[in-house]
């Protein structure tokens, strides 16, 4: 059997295979309602063999969403529609899973497809807060610093997002705090330069983190996991490193979480990536061998046998796929395949359209 098809099983929940549907804004919802598109969407994903899709970063409050085409998770009347996706989901024998996030100084722009600029405030754009008055890039608007009160309500908005998750019947929530957003920001000492509790040492820099992973945790009965997306490195000097991502990660798992998905960078408009095949696996591999915590791999996996290696080798628990899942929705039936595993009904590879290379 294919270690990539091999169960794995977080606390109460059992995941059919390693292939997770790494979370990807869509821009496509409005006022963070969820629609038809979310609904196919994510569902085609579940229907294509992956054992977990996670949802994309689901703003828990308005001012948290990176553009005004966010999914939201910040009022109830959100639920009956997110109820359907999660329902669907599972009836593919998948599980349905939500990014919970806040955009910090990145939020209020415009999406990619739309230029990614800033959103003015005469177009609907509002403020955003940060650990520091320091803008993402030097051509933007500065963001405002929170101060006890607003990071009192980020981690009361993580509590009652996580609270509507189960009620919407999220049985994975992913606390996102990588990517240059707001956890991350106050992690990382290029965009937090507080002298208050919540700045200067690690301990301080990691404190709304845990303060947030706290609350979500108690919220969460035991039988369900939760897994925390880091940077793993801001790829600067200086800044947040893989050797704190190390120690980020006994912290984390003593607050109770299952499992850190590892993707880097964000945070710096010009960091030296060197993106290709693969090229975060490392910080998983190294998470997992020094902590003993479960990892996932994320970034230009896109090959059955890559993540197949990726598995066997322990380097992480699950893979993360996104932009591959958008080009073949079938990756997970199509990688069976290709490494002879035969899967149950409903997910016989023979159903899915032969893969063109
Ligand atoms: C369109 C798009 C939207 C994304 N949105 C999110 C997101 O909401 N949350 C997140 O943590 N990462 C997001 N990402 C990053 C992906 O989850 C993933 O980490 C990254 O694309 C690298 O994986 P890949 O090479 O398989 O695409 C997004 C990526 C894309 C392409």
């Given at each position: 059997m294919a270690h990539l098809f091999t169960p794995l099983t977080l606390r109460g929940v059992t995941l059919k295979n390693r292939i997770v549907v790494s979370p990807m804004c869509m821009y496509s919802a409005e006022d963070g309602f969820a629609n038809d598109w979310h609904l196919v969407h994510l569902g085609s994903r579940a229907v294509g063999g992956a054992a977990l899709v996670i949802q994309e970063?689901?703003?828990?409050?308005?001012?948290?969403?990176?553009?005004?085409?966010d999914l939201g998770i910040?009022?109830?009347?959100?639920l009956p529609f997110l109820r359907r996706i999660t329902a669907f989901i599972e009836a593919q024998g998948a599980v349905p899973g939500i990014q919970l996030a806040h955009a910090g100084r990145k939020a209020s722009h415009r999406s990619p497809w739309k230029g990614g600029t800033e959103v003015p405030s005469s177009e609907g754009g509002w403020p955003t807060v940060a650990?520091?008055?320091?803008?993402?890039?030097?051509t933007e608007t500065a963001p405002q610093a929170l101060d006890q009160t607003g990071i009192d309500q980020v981690i009361a908005d993580f509590r009652a997002a996580t609270r509507r998750a189960l009620a919407a019947g999220y049985q994975v929530i992913e606390i996102h705090?990588?990517?240059?957003?707001l956890l991350h920001e106050f992690l990382s000492p290029l965009s937090n330069q507080r002298t208050?509790?919540?700045?200067?040492?690690f301990d301080n820099r990691t404190r709304l983190l845990r303060e947030v992973t706290e609350a979500v945790r108690a919220e969460l009965p035991a039988d369900l996991p939760l897994l925390v997306r880091i940077s793993a490195t801001d790829w600067v000097a200086d800044g947040w490193s893989a050797d704190d991502s190390v120690a980020l990660a006994r912290v984390l798992q003593g607050l109770g979480v299952d499992l850190i998905d590892c993707s880097t960078g964000g945070?710096?408009?010009q960091a030296p990536i060197p993106v290709g095949p693969g090229y975060q696996v490392e910080f998983a591999a190294r998470i997992r061998q020094e902590t003993g915590l479960p990892t996932g791999a994320v970034g230009l996996i896109t090959d059955a046998r890559q993540a197949e290696d990726i598995i066997a080798t322990g380097q992480a628990n699950v893979v993360l796929l996104a932009r591959e899942l958008l080009r073949d929705p079938y990756f997970p039936l199509h990688a069976a395949q290709e490494l002879g595993v035969e899967l149950p009904w409903p997910n016989q590879y023979e159903r899915a359209k032969p893969r063109r290379r």
């Open positions: 970063a689901t703003a828990v409050a308005p001012e948290g969403r990176i553009t005004p085409d910040w009022k109830d009347e959100h650990p520091s008055a320091l803008p993402f890039a030097s705090a990588a990517h240059g957003y208050d509790s919540y700045g200067g040492s945070n710096v408009a």
